[in-house]
């Protein structure tokens, strides 16, 4: 299976997305990744599946992308961490 696959499987139909940027979840309480794609509607990933989307792609050796979706759920994380912060201040 080449990656254009299986970012498919995780509901990333073209791989011509131009942006990958944290999102809080307005449906569940928590925080998801949100992948822009040109001309089309912007998709979800939860922080789990995005995990384990990074991990296979590392596994195809599909390193520059997997890095992408990595950065981004570690700056999720950072979000998470200094809102919590906040709320506790």
Known sequence: MC???L???FGIWSPD???IEPQQSQTAEGWVI???????API???????KELVR??????AIPIASRFQAEIE???RYVRGRLG???R
């Open 17 to 19: 997305f131009c942006a």
């Open 44 to 50: 979800l990933i939860e922080v789990s599946c995005a």
């Open 3 to 5: 990656w254009s696959g």
């Open 34 to 40: 949100k992948v822009s794609i040109v001309g089309r």
């Open 7 to 9: 970012l498919a499987d």
């Open 86 to 88: 906040t709320e506790f």
């Open 56 to 61: 296979r792609l590392t596994e195809m050796e």
């Open 75 to 77: 700056r999720t994380h």
